[in-house]
């Protein structure tokens, strides 16, 4: 096993005792088995991650299978996206199947179980088998239908086959028991007759299968050894396997039901039905618009699919339901992109500065570094002119001695090139600044605390710039009973901008990643042509949301907040560690807050090593309980370590590490 996989998920520890347990490793075989009805989103990606990723890791193949047995509502559009999709993010599969590919052995199993006794035909209303099936704490009892005779059953089966019934006149249901405490097992539906037209089999059948019947079989068929699931279908297990004993070989491997808690995200909806509202009401501007939570919306606005990657890593594998802070995700791709975005230059909100003692018709080039981060990167020219433009929000007229940025009288460097002096303005008649007339000094080796980026005006390249914010306010738009999601649309998720970018990006081509320098990432948009540049901001190069959202009493005893420090986020957590447990209880509150905060951006293998911190040392063993608290809250999984490190704590004598401990037992 590699260092960097020291400890197993719970479902490779199930994999694990399977091969332990005599099952060949060749008969390992997972599957990402989508509905093509809608786009896939960042929930979809840990299900993807999870099975190409122990396809990966076992080296074992992986299919994708689309389970497409609902017509109303799949299209091969949605097909084309999804493939697209799991390709974009690197991912390999095996075979390319459908539950279609099984309609004939479906129904051909359907008759053999109405044979057997064991299915039958229902013909109420769906309100009077609503009405009997009871409820979770009332049995059901048995419909009128239910002993129809095996001919009977056929009969009708077969004409329901052949179209001679409408939508809703006759059903399919397993004979299993309206008593069952389980009340998906309470005969539950297998076919239903729908005469829609099938993206692949068009109008060949008019009765489809119901999912519950089709995934288990589709997985049977395929010989998929680990059938792995979000948790909301962990009480479909009972019927999976039911429905698995009526076909199953001894002979065959039979495949094995397994559940994982699903990707939740704050200020994020994840319903398919929810995101196609937003798309027919026009809210946004399609499945890929870089609002959306889609993974073709994430491409578009300029993700990685080593960032999503790396997110769906560090969330993990858990058996449990939680939120994922959406900050996580974006701290991913600016982590990412800061290791390979080139650096330039762009002004957004512009102001003209006029360097009055510089030569009008003077321009020079200067080396410009692409990316301090990658020394392969090289350099490149920017031209530099008497005119330039810098950010509006660079310049005050007057302002304090800690705005180290241009001020009258003051000083500041341009980046790559030299330091200017503000002495006077130029106003319009709205008293607004237009001019900033500067003299510039030669000498640029002296310090200087302030540094601004700039484009030469006679050298600017215009570009349409589209800012994207979330587009909701809420964290969790979906969760008000009183309210419709909707309603927590963010007015502010798309400004666009009309700004000047440096001429070296007069040859980007859509999908090129940058850094604006000072600014954040942004890439350049699909809808760029090489008369009109379009960039979409990806993510800021901090997170502004924090500043926000309540801290405790975190602002109040002014803690730096994690942005604000250049220090990683595990230094600045092992800076509490000495005076954590000697801080009086209002800083203590504070210095907690600010540590949760931080550890959102913390990995397990950067906490596991604070695990053997001595006893005497009980503050830094204090943060490092908390830093895993949040981590487990994030949904990795407790291993041997960190349970041995928990139970050590137990025993302390200290009283706030034994009280952080016990909140995670």
């Not at 919306?297 to 594998?317: D, S």
């Not at 041995?644 to 137990?650: M, P, Q, R, T």
């Amino acid at each position: 096993m590699s260092e960097e996989r020291k400890s197993l998920n719970f479902i490779e520890q199930i994999i694990e005792e399977d091969l332990a347990n005599g099952m060949p490793k060749s008969s390992l075989r997972f599957r990402f088995p989508p509905e093509p009805n809608g786009y896939l989103h960042i929930g979809h990606t840990k299900a993807i991650g999870i099975s190409f990723g122990l396809g990966e890791y076992y080296n074992a193949p992986v299919n994708l299978r689309f389970d497409d047995t609902n017509p109303a509502k799949e299209e091969q559009e949605y097909v084309d996206a999804i493939k697209e999709d799991v390709a974009w993010l690197g991912y390999k599969w095996d075979k390319e199947l459908f539950s279609s590919d099984y309609f004939q052995q479906l129904y051909d199993w359907a008759i053999l179980l109405i044979k057997e006794g064991k299915a039958y035909v229902d013909s109420q209303s769906s309100e009077a088998m609503a009405e009997q099936k009871g409820t979770p704490t009332q049995p059901g009892v048995d419909g009128p239908y239910r002993n129809r005779t095996v001919e009977e059953n056929l009969d009708l089966f077969e004409r329901m086959k052949n179209g001679e019934f409408d939508e809703g006149e006759h059903i399919l249901r397993a004979k299993i028991d309206m008593q069952h405490v389980n009340m998906l097992m309470r005969d539950p539906i297998i076919y239903r007759v729908l005469k829609k037209h099938h993206h692949r089999t068009a109008n060949d059948w008019c009765i489809y299968p119901m999912y519950d019947w089709t995934h288990g079989e589709s997985d049977y068929l395929e010989q998929i050894s680990h059938s792995l699931c979000s948790l909301e279908f962990k009480p479909h297990r009972e019927l999976y396997d039911w429905f698995l004993d009526q076909v199953v070989d001894t002979d065959k491997l039979r495949p094995k039901q397994r559940e994982f808690a699903r990707l939740n995200l704050s200020y994020t909806i994840m319903s398919k039905r929810k995101l196609l509202k937003l798309v027919e009401d026009g809210v946004v501007n399609g499945w890929d618009d870089p609002r959306m939570p889609t993974i073709s919306g994430l491409r578009r606005r300029g993700y990685t699919p080593n960032a999503i990657r790396k997110f769906v890593e560090t969330v993990g594998v858990a058996k449990r339901e939680n939120i994922i802070d959406v900050s996580l995700l974006e701290f991913c791709i600016r982590e990412d992109l800061n290791k390979i975005a080139p650096r330039v230059m762009a002004v957004l909100n512009p102001v003209k500065v006029v360097i009055t003692n510089y030569p009008e018709d003077k321009v020079e080039w200067f080396d410009a570094e692409n990316n301090q981060e990658d020394e392969s990167a090289g350099f490149r020219k920017v031209p530099f002119s008497r005119e330039l433009y810098i950010e509006k929000e660079d310049f005050k007229e007057v302002a304090s001695n800690k705005f180290f940025r241009l001020k009258l009288g003051g000083e500041v460097r341009l980046k790559n090139a030299y330091i200017i002096k503000a002495e006077s303005v130029v106003k319009d008649a709205n008293g607004e600044v237009t001019e900033i007339l500067c003299s510039y000094s030669e000498d640029t080796e002296r310090r200087i605390k302030g540094t601004l980026h700039w484009v030469s005006i006679a050298h600017a390249v215009k570009a349409e710039v589209r800012e994207y914010d979330r587009l909701f306010v809420d964290e969790a738009p979906d969760s008000h009973q009183d309210k419709d999601f909707m309603e927590f649309i963010n007015p502010n998720s798309l400004k666009i901008i009309e700004a000047f970018v440096e001429p070296s990006l007069k040859e980007a081509k859509v999908g090129d990643r940058f850094q604006f320098q000072r600014l954040g990432y942004f890439n350049v948009d699909d809808d760029s042509t090489s008369e009109q540049l379009v960039f979409n901001k990806t993510v800021g190069l901090r997170d502004t949301w924090a500043k926000v959202k309540p801290q405790q009493n975190a602002n109040k005893n002014h803690q730096k907040q994690p942005q604000q420090n250049n220090r990683s986020p595990i230094d600045q957590i092992k800076s509490f560690g000495k005076k954590y447990d000697r801080m009086p209880e209002d800083k203590q509150a504070a210095a907690k807050a600010t540590i949760q905060e931080l550890a959102k951006n913390v990995s397990y293998d950067e906490v596991e090593p604070l695990f053997n911190t001595s006893v005497k040392k009980s503050g830094t063993r204090i943060i490092t309980m908390i830093t895993l608290g949040v981590l487990l809250e994030n949904g990795l999984e407790k291993n041997e370590a960190i349970n041995a490190f928990i139970e050590k704590a137990l025993d302390d004598k200290n009283a706030l590490l034994v009280e952080e401990a016990k909140a995670l037992v």
